[in-house]
């Protein structure tokens, strides 16, 4: 069995085309599939429109959560649903084309433990992340204390292994492609080209990208902390050797006041951005000692002819009123 995971916040225009297409590249895979679509707390109609598309089609595994958790909230819902022996992470909007997805089976089939989607290239109309993108990846792989393959989103399969070791993982701050990498088993990589969204408005606002790309910095990597303990060194030094200069020079009280702003400013500045970046650190230590999920899932709802299939048992048309915490392994 084969889970697809797509996280869905207000995606209106797209769901009904999207599940045409997941259906027409997985009806030929020769295995039981179902696509969890995670309704991360949308706005719009989509999760009527998904409720519809679930009444016709009982491949489709509706996650319904509380609120809008945001991307990594979803796709960690979805993880934790998920019953498939591989689950396929994806995004809604067509720029991880289900074209790909049997090659991502294939290469699964073919023994890969977490099958990787590379982009060879991306097709997005915004210039500024088609440049931010690819650099922050290769920021991220220099600076990281563990390698992590550049230019890969969460777009990826894992097999049932992976996935529940994933699970397992208390981590609250998640840069899912980093910790994919991190639990090792056997990688394959599959490329694709990026696609630009098909419909829509980006949902991910330019706030939460940073988050994001602040936790994948501060879960792979303690040189931020480093950098700014050798900077702390170095305007020490600094210091030590202006006022050595300034005792044994014999200029104007002005120049003496004004290097002493100067010296004031500069190590200020090196303080405060050295608290900074303990801060993002300290914060995320809160996060984790908080334990709090990283969403919460109102209602799973399956179609009864899947319940019969895959349990046996009961044969309600969903889960109602439990509270499932997406960290349960
Ligand atoms: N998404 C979500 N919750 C959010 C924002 C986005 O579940 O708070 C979903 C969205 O519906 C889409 C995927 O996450 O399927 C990626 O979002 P988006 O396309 O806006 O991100 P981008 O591709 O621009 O990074
Ligand atoms: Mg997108």
Known sequence: MISVVVPIYNEEELVVRFHEAVTNALENIGSEWEVVY?????????????????????????????????????????????????????????????????????????????VVAVRTSRQEQSKVLRTLFPLFYRVLATIADYPIPLDAGIFSLLDRRAVD????????????????????????????????RLAGDRKLSFLSRIKYAMDAVTSFSYKPLRFTFALGSFSGCMAFVLVISMLLSKSSMTTVGLGIAATVFFVGGLMLVSMGVLGEYLGRVYDEVRSRPLSIINNVHRSSAMLITQAGNDMGQEEPEKIFRTEAA
């Not at 609120?67 to 994806?90: C, E, K, P, Q, Y």
């Not at 993982?169 to 990026?194: D, I």
């Open 38 to 114: 995670v309704n991360d707390g949308s706005t719009d109609s989509s999760l009527e429109l998904l409720k519809q598309m679930q009444s016709l089609d009982s491949h489709v595994v509706i996650v319904e959560l509380s609120r809008n958790w945001g991307h990594m909230g979803a796709i960690s819902a979805g993880l934790a649903t998920a019953s498939g022996d591989a689950v396929i992470l994806m995004d809604g909007d067509f720029q991880d084309p289900p074209e790909v997805l049997p090659q991502l089976i294939e290469a699964w089939r073919g023994g890969g433990e977490i």
């Open 165 to 196: 070791t994933i699970n397992a993982m208390g981590e609250k701050n998640r840069y899912l492609p980093g910790l994919r990498a991190w639990v090792g088993y056997r990688n394959s990589v599959v490329y694709y080209e990026r696609q630009d």
